[in-house]
């Protein structure tokens, strides 16, 4: 695994992006900004699962407004999401967003970027260039691929910013094409000295999405690349939350609760292995405790194959052995399966 890429740190609010900051996990909403009630409710729903950063969209001025409302309900730094029109990055700034991300492919003309940058620079607010392949700038060059398209409409936004004496500046190149995602970032990366924002648009519903973020993200962290990310999914942002830490997990990015080991089950095991797990991972969910817990099929295999476990349960034919890192506990019936391993566990 490549160390991580070096880059210059800025603050969101509460949050540092960049630099050695750990690895920040980012959501959207997908309820009406204009909602205050329902905005803060699926907010602080996300803070409960340690979002910690969130973007809203803003639509129009009543979007752009209700922020005041809605920051006063929230702990997490706030993003506003801005598109077509800057006189809402203006009026998102005006009521104390924490960031801003604009899409140089649709912001317009270089005086309106000019005077959003101005309103950010006056309160510190950093600002995400986000590009995306499907809204790119001008016109498509022919001799160039669609990662370098992305690269130079981000690298002409972060030009702009430059010539302002404006360094808040994070960077996101995102493509539903994965590959073509990694292209931009592994080009861009070397260029700039600012954090990444990293993430695959438009992944898909929760399974695809998940695999396709995986494969998006995890590459580019095993990398070295990016300094806060987005699963973006369709489905609950919760997801996109939960995943997040499950890719920074799976690479020892993050720790983040306890990790789950079960064995996938096979001809060998006497029990719903699925069933058990499920119930396993449901209550760990619950849990901050960053240890390992493992629910085996078998007791031929499952203690040595789960040996790094800090307590695991290998389920045999009615009684199962319940282990710690590869040392039988004891003898457990199949009916305490659930409870005795999650007893050990609150002992830990
Ligand atoms: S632990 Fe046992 S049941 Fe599970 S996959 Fe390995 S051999 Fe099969």
């Known amino acids: ?18 630099g050695d900051a750990p690895i920040a ?16 409710d699926q907010i602080k729903e996300l803070e409960e699962l340690d979002c910690e950063l969130v973007r809203v969209a803003v639509p129009d001025a009543e979007a752009a407004r209700a922020i005041i409302a809605i920051k006063k309900g929230i702990s997490i730094p706030l993003i506003a999401d801005i598109h077509f029109d800057y006189r809402l990055a203006l009026a998102a700034l005006e009521a104390g967003c924490d960031g801003l991300r604009l899409n140089p492919g649709n912001i ?37 691929s669609v990662a370098q398209r992305m690269v130079a409409a981000a690298m002409e936004q972060v030009r702009l910013l430059e010539s302002l ?5 994070k960077v996101s190149l995102k493509a539903f094409d994965v590959p073509t995602t990694i292209e931009a970032f592994i080009d861009i990366a070397p260029r700039i000295p600012y954090p990444l924002h990293i993430g695959v648009t438009e992944a898909g519903t ?23 990310i987005r699963v973006s999914l369709t489905a609950h942002p919760r997801e996109e939350v939960i995943a997040g830490y499950e890719i920074l997990k799976s690479l020892n990015l993050r720790q983040h609760g306890p990790v789950l080991v079960s064995c996938p089950s096979c001809g060998r095991a006497d029990i719903d292995i699925v069933k058990l797990a499920e119930d396993v991972e449901e209550r760990l969910s619950k849990m901050d405790k960053p240890i390992k817990v493992a629910v085996m099929g078998c007791e031929v295999n499952g203690p040595g194959e789960a040996r790094d476990a800090d307590v695991g349960i290998a389920c045999g034919k009615g009684r199962g052995i319940l282990f710690r890192k590869g040392e039988k506990l004891r003898v457990v019936e199949e009916k305490d399966y659930f409870e005795a391993l999650m007893a050990e566990v609150e002992g830990l």
């Open 165 to 169: 004496d404006f360094d808040l500046i």
């Open 25 to 40: 996990v980012q959501s959207m909403t997908n309820t009406d900004t204009r909602n205050v009630k329902a905005t803060v």
């Open 206 to 228: 929760l399974k695809r999405g998940i695999v396709r973020s995986t494969v998006g993200i995890g590459t580019l962290l095993y990398m070295g690349i990016g300094d806060t």
């Open 108 to 144: 317009g003309e270089a005086d309106r970027v000019k005077a959003v940058v101005l309103a950010a620079k006056e309160r510190s607010v950093p600002i995400r260039i986000g590009v995306n392949a499907g809204s790119l700038p001008g016109k498509a060059d022919p001799e160039l």
């Open 1 to 18: 695994m490549n160390p991580r890429r070096p880059s210059k740190p800025i603050k969101i609010g509460s949050v540092t992006v960049g």
